[in-house]
């Protein structure tokens, strides 16, 4: 059975970090993707890289202050996320799919599993 959790969300001031961490279990994706959604927003792609780690994706909102990085042989995958602000604010969901990011973030329709979020505020 598949399973993505994420971890490594909380509290931060605007202008910190903070590196987000999603796990899954025995099988490699071959894409893999930071989504987020703030209350009353629908969700949005923030990241997103292929296997391997030589093709990343990222939405405008975040470029220059986020990097997304996995791990294959941990079926992990991170998010840093620096200079932080407000706007950050959301609970942030891992998501994963068998074919390559290009084919599909930042749709939502384009990934099968979702972990459950991570929630990351940041204060004023």
């Known amino acids: 059975q598949v399973h993505l959790v994420e971890s490594g969300g909380g509290s931060v001031q605007a202008g910190g970090s903070l590196r987000l961490v999603c796990e899954g279990s025995?099988?490699?994706?071959?894409?893999m993707a930071w989504f987020r959604q703030a209350p009353g927003k629908e969700r949005e792609g923030v990241a997103a890289?292929?296997?391997?780690?030589?093709?990343?994706y990222y939405a405008d909102s975040v470029k220059g202050r986020a990097t997304v990085s996995r791990d294959d042989a941990k079926n992990t995958m991170y998010l840093q996320m620096t200079n932080l602000n407000i706007e950050d604010t959301a609970m942030y969901y891992c998501?994963?799919?068998?074919?390559?990011?290009?084919?599909?973030?930042?749709?939502?329709?384009?990934?099968?599993?979702w972990g459950q979020g991570t929630q990351v505020t940041v204060a004023s």
């Open positions: 998501a994963a799919d068998g074919g390559v990011c290009d084919t599909r973030w930042p749709h939502l329709r384009g990934f099968y599993y």
């Open positions: 025995t099988y490699t994706f071959e894409c």
């Open positions: 890289v292929d296997s391997g780690g030589g093709n990343t």
